[in-house]
């Protein structure tokens, strides 16, 4: 009788769940549902900085990863930190949850790039970005204790996450949409009653598309939208901060897409009347900085102040019967002549070479008798993420990265024999002058660019 009876009690107490303070059932196996990445935005590119897994049932805040692996499309990633999150990846304090992140290393190599395990690639059929087809994500010895439990088991799976994309610089960039036959995608400054100025930013060939996350992703975009940025822009009063608007055409930019340029601009212009029409700054990279320059000879009296990155400049004649000639047909140089213009490029940019590009123009837009033109010419284009070398194309990284500083001597430039005077520099980040303009030097692109109006430039 006493044998029974206590049978029977250790079968309600383990129905309870307990059996002096402890365990004593086993838990269901935890199997990861779903796996998810997080692409954020770097110097270089996109690249998945997290791995989200939506596990069958809560786990504790117990999540360890001292023995866990991970592969992302092939490529090992070191776990650096794990927690119980949200589906969005944010960590859970003191609760369980159904979902777990790691943190993952991001580094780039610029030698093998199939070595940095980026969600792009380069379609040369196309000759632009697309995403990849599949995103495999492995993720083997994962500690997890599931709730209610108090052991300690291993979670192991093997998915592909693409369809499952956590994008944060989409949520950055609030307002989408397409006018004009062009997407686009902005960022709205902190609103204090002033007007704000807008920086207009045009994508290369390779983010061509209808895909407004190809350009928000594929160069640093969204640092404009973050105070090392944001913090150069000030009107009277309170107001700091500038609107930023991403512009996507389906085909490269050519002459045909000013209008359409023009339009998406004077749409946002006219649905946000607090950001002020004076003070638009037009800044793109490659085939968008030879956009920027198009859109500045077409509109002479629109933008306050251009900025071409790693352009093409096609306005110019290089040759002359074998001799070199810095003349720019005269439309061009009308046009430019009192447009406030920085241009920045790289001595190591073989897409379009300096000595045949921005150099010659240089020159010629100085002998021209511009003024308010700045040269930021670099020797190489050496990141400041992971300090490695890039494409010496990639110039706009030291845009984004806030490094564009110093500029050429423009009497070094325009007087010298040939190209001389013009030295490449990445000590002096472009050059050992000072912009200035109206009486004032800046030692920063974002200062000068903020300094510039239509108004002033009347004056």
């Given at each position: 009788?006493?044998?029974?009876?206590?049978?029977?009690?250790?079968?309600?107490?383990?129905?309870?769940?307990?059996?002096?303070?402890?365990?004593?059932?086993?838990?269901?196996?935890?199997?990861?549902?779903?796996?998810?990445?997080?692409?954020d935005?770097?110097?270089?590119?996109?690249?998945?900085?997290?791995?989200?897994?939506?596990?069958?049932?809560?786990?504790?805040?117990?999540?360890?990863?001292?023995?866990?692996?991970?592969?992302?499309?092939?490529?090992?990633?070191?776990?650096?930190?794990?927690?119980?999150?949200?589906?969005?990846?944010?960590?859970?304090?003191?609760?369980?949850?159904q979902?777990?992140?790691?943190?993952?290393?991001?580094?780039?190599?610029?030698?093998?790039?199939?070595?940095?395990?980026?969600?792009f690639?380069?379609?040369?059929?196309?000759?632009?970005?697309?995403?990849?087809?599949?995103?495999?994500?492995?993720?083997?010895?994962?500690?997890?204790?599931?709730?209610?439990?108090?052991?300690?088991?291993?979670?192991?799976?093997?998915?592909?996450?693409?369809?499952?994309?956590?994008?944060?610089?989409?949520?950055?960039?609030?307002?989408?949409?397409?006018?004009?036959?062009?997407?686009?995608?902005?960022?709205?400054?902190?609103?204090?009653?002033?007007?704000?100025?807008?920086?207009?930013?045009?994508?290369?060939?390779?983010?061509?598309?209808?895909?407004?996350?190809?350009?928000?992703?594929?160069?640093?975009?969204?640092?404009?939208?973050?105070?090392?940025?944001?913090?150069?822009?000030?009107?009277?009063?309170?107001?700091?901060?500038?609107?930023?608007?991403?512009?996507?055409?389906?085909?490269?930019?050519?002459?045909?897409?000013?209008?359409?340029?023009?339009?998406?601009?004077?749409?946002?212009?006219?649905?946000?009347?607090?950001?002020?029409?004076?003070?638009?700054?037009?800044?793109?990279?490659?085939?968008?900085?030879?956009?920027?320059?198009?859109?500045?000879?077409?509109?002479?009296?629109?933008?306050?102040?251009?900025?071409?990155?790693?352009?093409?400049?096609?306005?110019?004649?290089?040759?002359?019967?074998?001799?070199?000639?810095?003349?720019?047909?005269?439309t061009?140089?009308?046009?430019?002549?009192?447009?406030?213009?920085?241009?920045?490029?790289?001595?190591?940019?073989?897409?379009?070479?300096?000595?045949?590009?921005?150099?010659?123009?240089?020159?010629?837009?100085?002998?021209?008798?511009?003024?308010?033109?700045?040269?930021?010419?670099?020797?190489?284009?050496?990141?400041?993420?992971?300090?490695?070398?890039?494409?010496?194309?990639?110039?706009?990284?030291?845009?984004?990265?806030g490094?564009?500083t110093?500029v050429?001597?423009?009497?070094?430039?325009?007087?010298?024999?040939?190209?001389?005077?013009?030295?490449?520099?990445d000590?002096?980040?472009?050059?050992?002058?000072?912009?200035?303009?109206?009486?004032?030097?800046?030692?920063?692109?974002?200062d000068?660019?903020?300094?510039?109006?239509?108004?002033?430039?009347?004056?």
């Amino acid at each position: 009788m006493k044998k029974r009876y206590l049978a029977f009690l250790v079968v309600v107490l383990t129905a309870c769940g307990t059996l002096f303070g402890h365990s004593v059932y086993a838990a269901s196996p935890v199997s990861v549902e779903q796996t998810s990445i997080q692409i954020d935005s770097y110097e270089f590119g996109p690249a998945i900085s997290k791995i989200v897994l939506k596990l069958d049932q809560k786990v504790t805040p117990a999540v360890v990863h001292s023995q866990t692996s991970v592969t992302t499309a092939g490529v090992t990633r070191q776990v650096t930190n794990s927690y119980v999150s949200d589906a969005t990846g944010h960590v859970v304090y003191l609760e369980d949850s159904q979902y777990v992140t790691l943190e993952l290393a991001v580094s780039y190599n610029p030698s093998e790039t199939t070595q940095n395990a980026q969600p792009f690639t380069f379609d040369l059929n196309l000759w632009r970005n697309v995403w990849v087809s599949s995103y495999q994500v492995d993720v083997t010895d994962l500690s997890v204790v599931a709730e209610g439990d108090s052991e300690s088991q291993m979670v192991a799976s093997s998915q592909d996450a693409l369809p499952n994309k956590i994008v944060p610089v989409l949520d950055t960039f609030s307002e989408k949409g397409s006018v004009a036959n062009l997407q686009y995608a902005a960022y709205q400054a902190p609103d204090s009653g002033q007007s704000r100025p807008l920086i207009v930013w045009l994508h290369g060939v390779g983010e061509v598309g209808t895909d407004i996350s190809m350009p928000l992703l594929s160069n640093e975009v969204v640092a404009l939208t973050q105070d090392q940025v944001q913090s150069h822009f000030s009107t009277f009063g309170t107001q700091t901060g500038a609107d930023v608007l991403v512009l996507q055409s389906p085909q490269a930019w050519s002459a045909s897409s000013a209008s359409s340029v023009k339009a998406a601009i004077d749409s946002y212009l006219a649905n946000h009347p607090s950001v002020d029409s004076d003070r638009i700054y037009l800044v793109g990279a490659s085939n968008g900085a030879g956009m920027v320059l198009n859109m500045g000879v077409t509109y002479p009296n629109y933008f306050a102040a251009l900025v071409p990155i790693a352009s093409g400049y096609s306005y110019q004649n290089t040759s002359t019967e074998g001799q070199e000639s810095y003349s720019l047909d005269a439309t061009t140089a009308a046009a430019l002549k009192d447009q406030p213009m920085w241009m920045i490029h790289a001595r190591t940019d073989t897409t379009y070479p300096v000595d045949t590009t921005i150099l010659p123009f240089y020159k010629a837009l100085l002998q021209s008798g511009a003024s308010n033109k700045w040269l930021s010419y670099f020797e190489t284009v050496t990141g400041s993420d992971f300090g490695v070398e890039y494409n010496g194309h990639w110039s706009w990284i030291y845009f984004f990265n806030g490094q564009v500083t110093g500029v050429q001597n423009t009497d070094n430039a325009k007087n010298s024999e040939g190209l001389y005077g013009m030295v490449a520099t990445d000590a002096t980040h472009g050059g050992d002058a000072q912009a200035s303009s109206h009486g004032m030097n800046f030692s920063n692109i974002f200062d000068w660019m903020s300094a510039q109006s239509l108004t002033s430039r009347a004056q």
